[in-house]
């Protein structure tokens, strides 16, 4: 039983008010002379008995009367047995046709059971009512029940996720904004979750919210993201298990590149992904690194796809991808840039990864030139004063300044330099782009087309040019750092690939995939839903036979008040016969 | 056509004057209905039998319905002149008292009724007395019929104050010292005392030959309870009070007053004495008719 007014229940504390007056009201009554009091004292003798009932009865009478007229003014609220027609209701019905809804359990498309649910719930609805849906992608579509209706009936897995919690929150909004007699939001999903992880809905009161209980739950794998660096591309997977105990097992990928440009051929890479240590909501997450044939592509933008073989949720297990196959730069390398750099600069001569140009130059301590730069400090102390005036010539924002002590290079952009010694080298102090660091102190930088070295590429520096990396160290600095990257975004959506374009260039792409939670098929609790859709007091998760009897049953309550006035007035003339009865 | 003040309301008669002009007037419309004395006595006009009484002279039973039916009778005999008549009237404080100022105190009542009586019985050239008493006997007139009598019965009641006590039995007994002749004797009083003792008294006098009459006088307050919602009650004569809620109450009252004066009544008939509730609001032919 609820209340519409529960404030008014604080008027039960009327109910001691009679007691209270028996004990407090006690009058000094009127005295009057009258001869036969023996009569009356005989007659109080004999009624004593009576006369105690009576007042008891009556204290009874009246303190039940204040209880009964309190709560008629706190308007309970009755269910009502079995069907039958319900009070104007606000209510929104929140289909969620996100990705995961795609999933396949016992035969069977998670969407469709949600749809049928839906769609029985928007047919009990009257034309008194108020009805909208909203859909994954968090929209509240209005209309006739008939609208409505072909809307569900027509509504096919989306790929944007819904956030329930959100969602639930907005519905909430909306029915309580509106005049009538009852306030519902009817959620249809699979209750991922990962779809309740953004905290707890705030359901204004008088709001309920019906969520229908999830179905089996199905182990899944997918793609949660695709990032190609290096002639590699990372693949990441994410999903959930069946049940608990489940082991996760090598997962075969394939990734396919090029297969929407024939005129360039198809590459076709596989690889096995295995459970990583590191554990995101819960489940295990994993990773694979497919190498890809960079030198075999012509340059130019390549869109690739990485696939997982086919399982319950096919939404999650492909996800395309965009890599930008850069030409050789055009590097060269001043007499001062050291014998370790022009070493290295034949060897991706050798490997066609540079070819000799001016369009990016590798200097030792002079002004830099050419279109870009990569510098390192000069040899001899006393030219960088003389060197820090050119780079501020060109628009440098940063310096060489004294020296610093020796350390071990961190950078979370260039793997391979993370743990290498440096024993000699001079603090940079400017502005931001910092690439790399030596005590917590910048030692590789970035400006504009300008990159600045701490430490001059020289074993007597530094131990970097006689490690392995040195070589893809200074492949990524001339055909990706100093260049700079094309920017690969991504977004929510069905998967593809869109280009961002500046004039006739080809500037950045956005690759569009479904939410990586998605994966994760795992239901919450019915605790954990039931807490974050609103709180116990105005959110239940029902099967589908319950969320069938409970729909539109807080209008099929009835208010009882009515009930209770007439049991007041039944209860005063009990009251006004007692206390005016004579005998 | 005046009206008769016998029948009239006995406060309205009261504000003609005092107790004389009330029950002269009262008596005067009284005897235009009768036309013999109503009361009966023992001599020589036999009138009719009546049942045998203990304390009834054996000389007036009927020996012929005793041999035929071996059942006692006495005969009665309308009785010419020499009837000794003594009123006796309860001056205790409860007779002092009204339920309603519109109304007469049962004591006033009480005076006026004994008057008209004595007037009755005087103008029948009846030896006729008064006494008063509350827990003591304040007035004795004796018996007589001479001239001047009723005058001094009128003025014995006036010259009786309102008592405190009552205790009827002690004055009933010293009342049969008195009474030496057999005769008429008629107590008003509202009987707020002890049953028993009071009908022991009553019985004696009846033992002795004398014919009693009770006038049990109530205010017709005092047999329906009424009152504010709440009120402490109090005894004027013992001060002892109760609180009660007389709405609560009424109906228990009513039946409590009820059982007394049947009760009352009953011992009265059981021991051949005459028994009448009286309201202060009955107009005294009425209650004069009672006793006829």
């Known amino acids: ?583 | 056509m005046a009206q008769r003040l016998d029948l009239l309301d006995p406060a309205e008669v009261a504000r003609l004057g005092g107790i004389e002009i009330v029950a002269e007037g009262v008596v005067e419309g009284f005897l235009a209905g009768v036309h013999r004395s109503p009361f009966r006595g023992f001599s020589v006009e036999f009138t009719e039998h009546r049942a045998y009484q203990a304390g009834d002279e054996l000389r007036y039973l009927d020996w012929r319905i005793l041999g035929r039916s071996d059942r006692l009778f006495v005969k009665q005999f309308e009785e010419e002149t020499n009837l000794r008549a003594m009123i006796l009237v309860d001056a205790s404080r409860s007779m002092a008292w009204q339920g309603a100022p519109e109304r007469l105190t049962k004591r006033a009542y009480a005076d006026r009724l004994a008057a008209a009586v004595a007037l009755i019985l005087l103008r029948q050239r009846d030896a006729t007395g008064l006494v008063t008493f509350d827990e003591q006997v304040r007035q004795v007139i004796p018996a007589r019929v001479k001239a001047g009598q009723w005058t001094r019965i009128v003025r014995g009641l006036l010259d009786t104050p309102d008592g405190h006590g009552t205790a009827a039995h002690a004055a009933l007994q010293r009342l049969t010292a008195l009474l030496t002749r057999r005769g008429l004797v008629v107590l008003l009083s509202d009987l707020l005392f002890d049953r028993e003792l009071a009908l022991t008294a009553l019985r004696y006098l009846r033992h002795r030959g004398h014919q009693v009459v009770v006038f049990h006088l109530m205010d017709p307050a005092e047999v329906e309870l009424s009152g504010p919602p709440e009120v402490r009650f109090r005894d004027p004569e013992s001060s002892v009070s109760v609180v009660v809620r007389p709405r609560e109450l009424a109906r228990a009252y009513a039946d409590t007053v009820r059982r007394e004066i049947a009760a009352w009544r009953k011992a009265c008939r059981r021991h051949g004495i005459g028994y009448h509730h009286v309201q202060t609001n009955m107009p005294f032919g009425l209650a004069l008719r009672l006793l006829t």
Not at chain 1, 137 to 150: I, K, N, W, Y
Request: net charge neutral.
């Open chain 1, 1 to 583: 039983m609820s209340f519409i007014h529960p404030l008014a229940l604080v008027g039960l504390a009327a109910a001691a008010i009679p007691a209270l007056l028996h004990l407090l009201q006690r009058r000094i009554p009127p005295e009057i002379d009258f001869p036969p009091v023996r009569y009356l004292s005989a007659a109080e003798r004999e009624s004593a008995r009576r006369l105690k009932l009576r007042h008891l009865l009556l204290l009874i009478l009246r303190t039940a009367l204040i209880v009964v007229i309190v709560l008629a003014a706190a308007r309970p609220l009755v269910p009502l047995q079995g069907g039958g027609a319900h009070q104007p209701t606000a209510v929104v019905i929140i289909l969620d046709n996100s990705p995961s809804s795609g999933a396949v359990v016992d035969g069977g498309l998670v969407l469709d059971r949600l749809r049928v649910a839906a769609l029985s719930a928007v047919e009990r609805t009257t034309s008194a009512d108020r009805v909208w849906l909203m859909l994954c992608d968090g929209v509240l579509r209005g209309g006739s029940r008939e609208a409505l209706l072909a809307t569900i009936d027509s509504t096919h897995t989306g790929w944007q996720r819904l956030d329930l919690v959100q969602a639930v929150e907005r519905a909430a909004r909306m029915v309580n904004a509106q005049p009538l007699v009852g306030r519902e939001v009817h959620l249809f999903s699979d209750l991922q979750s990962t779809a309740l992880s953004s905290g707890h809905a705030a359901v204004p009161s008088g709001v309920r919210v019906l969520a229908l209980a999830p179905g089996r739950a199905v182990a899944n794998r997918g793609i949660a993201a695709v990032t190609v660096s290096e002639g590699a591309a990372v693949i990441e997977l994410s999903g959930s298990l069946a049940g608990n105990g489940g082991t996760p097992q090598p997962v075969p990928v394939t990734i396919r590149l090029g297969g929407e440009r024939r005129d360039r051929g198809e590459v076709t890479a596989r690889g096995l992904a295995t459970p990583g240590s590191d554990r995101v909501g819960g489940m295990p997450r994993s990773a694979v690194t497919v190498p890809l044939p960079a030198q075999s592509l012509t340059p130019g933008w390549w869109v690739g796809e990485a696939a997982l073989e086919p399982d319950e949720l096919r939404a999650d297990d492909r996800r395309p991808f965009a890599w930008r196959v850069a030409p050789p730069a055009r590097v060269t390398a001043t007499a001062t840039a050291g014998s370790f750099v022009a070493a290295a600069l034949a060897v991706l001569q050798d490997g066609r990864r540079v070819v000799a140009g001016r369009d990016v130059v590798i200097s030792g301590g002079e002004a830099p030139t050419g279109s870009h730069a990569i510098v390192q400090p000069p040899e001899d102390p006393a030219l960088v004063g003389q060197a820090n005036r050119a780079l501020a010539a060109r628009g440098v924002a940063w310096r060489w300044t004294q020296l610093g002590t020796p350390g071990v290079i961190a950078s979370s952009d260039l793997a391979v330099l993370t743990g290498v010694s440096v024993v000699r080298r001079y603090r940079i102090e400017g502005a931001d782009g910092v690439l790399a660091t030596v005590n917590g102190e910048p030692w590789l930088v970035r400006s504009g087309d300008v990159v600045l070295l701490g430490s001059r590429l020289d074993t007597a520096w530094t131990a970097l040019p006689a490690a392995p990396g040195f070589v893809p160290f200074v492949d990524a600095l001339v055909n990706r750092i100093v260049i700079g990257e094309a920017a690969v975004a991504s977004a929510e959506g069905a998967p593809h690939v869109e280009f961002r374009t500046r004039g006739a260039d080809t500037i950045g792409a956005t690759v569009f995939g479904p939410d990586a939670r998605e994966s994760d098929l795992s239901p919450a609790t019915p605790a954990l839903a039931t807490s974050a859709l609103g709180g116990k007091d105005r959110a239940e998760v029902l099967s589908a036979e319950r969320f069938a009897g409970e729909r539109f049953s807080g209008t099929r309550r009835t208010d009882a008040s009515g009930l209770l006035l007439v049991l007041a007035l039944l209860l005063a003339a009990t009251e006004l016969g007692v206390a005016t009865r004579t005998r």
